[in-house]
């Protein structure tokens, strides 16, 4: 529940305290962000929220400021910039008084100590913000290893330090999760620092679920599921002969160092379409970004525990699926999806975040959104109905016919879960849909005026208004007409004042003129 206006008014006339601080800065992020670090830590263990007021000065008195909806927007997004780790519970509001309005931020205390903003812990004790020392970080982390409630935050006690890789935590992991200045003057031990991160738990001498996930030397002897198995079919369902077979696996420094570059080598190609006598255009199949997002979302979101099924990720040649274990966890639902953000693995979100493959939290599905518009792509199809799993399907962009959900840029929502209903909506059958687009199975005549091409007409105007981005390339494929013919009757249907295009070839649309 917001405060009330006398709650507030307590606050601003109250000293500032380990759960209060002030200020008139209206934009001073860094700031901010130490702020709601170290209301998260809670260093004094008070187990009640801490505030940060925007609006007053230090002995209370408001400056007459207002804020916007954006500005609320933008100190609430703090919480996902991903420069604090992990993400804490916060919610913004402001409130409004004869002297001016105050924005509070009030941040819960975080179950998963300690948290860093940039690699830097952050505490408060009395009106005194500082950085954390080597002791208050010890209380922090033995307070966040007693509360911790995700899975990957969890001793695996059948490990133990011999079980990980502690040059490569200390090459590859730390000097990208702890601030430089931090390190330069850290005296802690190995298994200090691996504590501090979540990933061992001191008190049973052992790794955590997440550190045998990012440093283990052989991380599926202890969790059997934790790898990716990568298939590729020649046709458009398993029965189909298998092209080539990939299994990444190991340690999460390696799989997905491995796994990207799979992705950005061997899954995108290009080729030249013809689009005028003059010019050709690049034709992607999937945009390469656009899979990465999805399979590195995969690795983070999916369901470890009690699961011994690896991420399945497999190439028909019409559409890639990407299913994993695990539905939308906490507070994401079929309704809020994917506006909504919570985490199974919070741990291993932040390691993801800072080896660099996940940019912010709770923007991967619009990214893929973005980045398959841009390519001109259908939209991903995310498939909910079975509470098991999580899967979703891309299609291949330069094999099929353009049929979107929808016509806006919200990834569409399939509820269908088993195959056949899955190539049903998505139009994956193994022949052309001829009959939807008015085609007949008669022969090519290159002249135009024949009753066949009467209904050849009919069929590409079909097509145009059923999707007016629709390519040259895509009409000649779905209706058998060469492409030289095709060119022929649509100059005729321009003719005839039939249809026009709007704007160029590469961005344009087809017009059907009633």
């Not at 909806?69 to 991903?82: F, V, W």
């Not at 290893?145 to 695996?156: A, T």
Request: glycine share 6%; net charge negative.
């Amino acid at each position: 529940m917001p405060l009330t206006k006398d709650e507030i008014r307590s606050l601003l006339s109250d000293i500032e305290n380990e759960r209060v601080e002030r200020t008139l800065s209206t934009d001073n992020t860094k700031k901010i962000s130490e702020a709601i670090c170290s209301f998260a830590n809670d260093i004094r263990n008070t187990n009640k929220p801490g505030y940060f007021l925007i609006g007053a000065d230090d002995n209370g008195n408001l400056d007459g400021l207002t804020f916007s909806d954006a500005q609320l927007r933008s100190y609430a997004g703090l919480r996902n910039t991903g420069t604090i780790l992990p993400p804490p519970a916060m919610m913004v509001y402001k409130e409004t008084f004869p002297e001016g309005e105050v924005a509070v931020i009030e941040v819960q205390p975080s179950e998963d100590t300690p948290v860093r903003y940039k690699g830097v812990i952050w505490i408060r004790i009395g009106a005194r913000k500082a950085e954390a020392n080597t002791e208050e970080e010890r209380i922090l982390t033995e307070k966040g290893q007693i509360h911790s409630s995700s899975f990957d935050g969890r001793p695996y006690r059948e490990a133990t330090i011999d079980n990980i890789d502690i040059d490569l935590f200390k090459n590859e992991y730390l000097p990208k999760a702890v601030s430089p200045v931090t390190l330069a003057k850290d005296k802690r031990s190995v298994i200090q620092q691996l504590a501090s991160l979540r990933l061992f738990d001191t008190r049973f001498n052992c790794p955590t679920y997440a550190g045998i996930l990012l440093l283990g030397y052989d991380p599926q002897y202890f969790i059997p599921g934790a790898y990716i198995q990568y298939v590729k079919f020649a046709g458009t369902t398993r029965a189909t002969k298998v092209l080539k077979e990939n299994r990444f696996k190991g340690n999460l420094i390696s799989m997905l160092k491995e796994l990207e570059y799979f992705i950005k080598y061997s899954i995108e190609s290009k080729r030249p379409e013809f689009v005028s006598v003059l010019r050709e255009e690049p034709r992607i199949n999937y945009p390469w970004e656009a899979i990465r997002e999805l399979a590195m979302n995969a690795v983070m979101h999916r369901a470890y525990n009690g699961n011994n099924s690896p991420i399945k990720f497999y190439e028909y040649n019409d559409r890639i699926e990407i299913d994993n274990p695990g539905n939308l966890y906490g507070k994401v639902n079929l309704e809020n999806f994917p506006n909504e953000t919570d985490y199974r693995n919070p741990n291993i979100a932040e390691i993801m975040l800072n080896l660099g493959y996940v940019n912010r939290f709770g923007s991967g599905v619009n990214t893929v959104s973005t980045l398959l518009e841009e390519n001109k792509s259908n939209p991903a199809e995310f498939l909910l109905g079975d509470y098991t799993t999580f899967k979703v399907v891309v299609r291949n962009a330069d094999v099929i016919e353009d049929r979107t959900v929808g016509t806006d840029k919200t990834p569409g929502i399939i509820l269908n879960t088993t195959e056949s209903d899955t190539d049903d909506v998505l139009g994956t059958n193994s022949g052309t849909n001829n009959n939807e687009v008015g085609t007949n199975s008669g022969t090519n005549n290159n002249e135009v005026g024949t009753n066949e091409d009467v209904e050849r007409k009919e069929a590409i105007i079909g097509m145009m208004k059923h999707n007016k981005r629709v390519s040259v390339t895509q009409i000649s494929k779905a209706l058998n007409i060469p492409r030289r013919t095709l060119f022929r009757i649509i100059d005729v249907l321009k003719t005839e004042n039939r249809i026009k295009r709007v704007g160029d070839l590469k961005s344009g649309t087809w017009e059907v003129i009633e």
